[in-house]
Structure formats: C-alpha cells, structure tokens
C-alpha cells in the first residue's frame, strides 16, 4: 500500500489523502461552556470598580460632601498626593473597570486588564504607605481588602482562561 492511499472496500478506484481527509468527520474540540457565576462575578467586579473610578474621581475633584467625611488628617494627606499616585489608581480602577466587562463578554483580554489593574493597584498602595500615610485603621483595611479583591479577581480569570472559557 502506498503512503496516502486509502482503500476501501467496494471501490473502483483509490483515494487520494485529500478525498480521504473530505470523508473523515471534522473533529472539533469541545467548547467549554461559561459557568452560570462569570456574568456575576465580572458585574459585581464592574460596580466594585465603578466605587473605584468614583473614589478617584471624589479625591481629584475634592468633591466635598465625600472628601469630608473623612478624618482632617486623612483628607488633607488625599489632597498632597504626588499626581503620578493618582495616575496609578486612575490606571488601577480603569483597568479593573476594562476587565469586569472584558470578564462578562468571556475575552482573555480580562487577564491582561486584571493584571495591569492588580499591579498598579499594588504599586499605587505601596508609594502611598512608604510616603507616610495617617495612621488610620479604615485606610489600612481597606487598603489590604482593595489588593485582596484585586488578586482574588485576577486568578478567578487565570483560572476561567486555563480551561478555555476566556477566548
């Protein structure tokens, strides 16, 4: 038998490899359906972030029914942080913001934007501890429960990308 011939029984004549190829069904990999949480986690991801942009946008503008809510000491270290400390959070809600919905419409490109959203959300934090932050408990729990979130949410979209359900 020659090498890409096929024979088949009851034929007249031998197939070529192509003819052959035509006959065969086309194997298609199995699809991974997205799990019944991913439109959840990514819209509750959404409006965590749209808290986020909110915050961003309060402190910039010195929105004064919120900024004032907030500790004289605290208020007034928000409002002489370095412009490259806000560019980080701007950098870091967007982003989260870009991969809740990436998230919902199931495109790897989440990965990309939670990562980018989980490091700068990290350096933002970190440059505003090492440049003396008030000693003030709700800064830093809600400062460890931002990374937390960040973190959690990204290797919810690794995981959901490994087994094909991001494209």
Same mark, same amino acid.
């Given at each position: 038998?020659?090498? +890409?011939?096929?024979?088949?029984?009851?034929? /007249?004549? /031998?197939? /070529?490899?192509?003819?052959?190829?035509?006959?065969?069904?086309?194997?298609?990999?199995?699809?991974?359906?997205?799990?019944?949480?991913?439109?959840?986690? +990514?819209?509750?991801?959404?409006?965590?972030?749209?808290?986020?942009?909110?915050?961003?946008?309060?402190?910039?503008?010195?929105?004064?029914?919120?900024?004032?809510?907030?500790? /004289?000491?605290?208020?007034?270290?928000?409002y002489e942080l370095p412009v490259w400390v806000l560019a980080?959070?701007?950098?870091?809600?967007?982003?989260?913001?870009?991969?809740?919905?990436?998230?919902?419409?199931?495109?790897?490109?989440?990965?990309?934007?939670?990562?980018?959203?989980?490091?700068?959300?990290?350096?933002?934090? +970190?440059?505003?501890?090492?440049?003396?932050?008030?000693?003030?408990?709700?800064?830093?729990?809600?400062?460890?429960?931002?990374?937390?979130?960040?973190?959690?949410?990204?290797?919810?979209?690794?995981?959901?990308?490994?087994h094909g359900v991001l494209k």
């Amino acid at each position: 038998m020659a090498t +890409g011939v096929c024979y088949f029984y009851h034929m /007249d004549r /031998d197939l /070529d490899f192509e003819e052959v190829t035509a006959l065969i069904p086309v194997v298609q990999k199995h699809e991974r359906k997205a799990p019944w949480h991913l439109a959840l986690i +990514g819209a509750v991801a959404g409006v965590w972030s749209l808290l986020g942009v909110f915050d961003l946008m309060a402190m910039v503008t010195r929105f004064a029914p919120y900024m004032n809510q907030m500790p /004289d000491l605290t208020r007034e270290f928000i409002y002489e942080l370095p412009v490259w400390v806000l560019a980080l959070r701007g950098i870091a809600v967007f982003a989260a913001l870009a991969g809740a919905v990436f998230l919902i419409r199931k495109r790897l490109t989440a990965v990309r934007m939670l990562a980018l959203s989980t490091t700068a959300t990290i350096l933002g934090i +970190g440059f505003t501890f090492a440049d003396g932050a008030p000693d003030d408990g709700t800064i830093h729990a809600v400062s460890v429960f931002t990374i937390a979130v960040s973190v959690l949410l990204l290797y919810y979209a690794q995981t959901w990308a490994k087994h094909g359900v991001l494209k």
